[in-house]
């Protein structure tokens, strides 16, 4: 194959398809690693990973930007059409959710600034969010490997997902609520903790976001989860 083969619309094109898979993955594995350090450092009262991922911050910018210059190389010099430009203008609005998620996992290890195992006032609220979390990054993981897949997952079965986030999202936040109350001097810690259930729940969200991408990619259908 010559030089100039090489680099002919066609195969050329499906390098960058293959770039711009890449970079999603590469992002989205990255994430998923952030998330999980988000939610052990609240469960394991450690401060020190609230700085390592706010480094991570930076990378996510770069590695972002990155999957944004290959989409948009593959939409100017290709000008694609059908699945091929749904599947390059969805991986940009994935981009922004999966950014979003790992700027959640800094604000959820950021957390454990502010509490205090050691009075064990909010242990099993803690415990409950960490069970939250897990949730939240089995649903993140689940989305992005359905995208790079272009699968589509049963909404029906994503729509109970969705509110089981929501109900135990309400409940901890009902507890911590009674706790404060009777304990004013907790309101600090109580309303840290009430973030860090927001942000877990922002992640089960966003999840939901790219299972509808995907859904979109593969059918051209546009469908909520709701």
Known sequence: MTQKEKFGGTIRFKELMIELTGHVSKISKLVAKMIDKGVKALL????????????????????????????????AL????????????????????????????????????????????FNGSIADIGALGQLALNMFKESTIAFLDKKVLDFNDWKKLDD?????????????????????????????????????ERIADHACNIVEESKYVVTSEREKIE
């Open 164 to 200: 089981e986030v929501d109900d135990k999202h309400d409940e901890i936040i009902q507890d911590i609520g009674l706790i404060m109350e009777k304990h004013p001097d907790f309101v600090r810690a109580g309303v840290s903790l009430i973030l860090a259930t927001r942000y877990i």
């Open 44 to 75: 394991e009262d450690d401060e020190k990973a609230y700085k390592k991922l706010q480094r991570d911050i930076s990378k996510i910018h770069t590695m972002f930007n990155d999957l944004d210059s290959s989409a948009m190389n593959s939409l």
């Open 78 to 121: 290709h000008q694609p059409f059908a699945s091929d430009l749904r599947y390059i203008i969805s991986s940009i609005k994935i981009g922004h959710e999966i950014h979003r998620c790992a700027h959640d996992a800094v604000h959820i290890a950021r957390s454990s600034e502010f509490v205090d195992r050691e009075k064990k006032m």
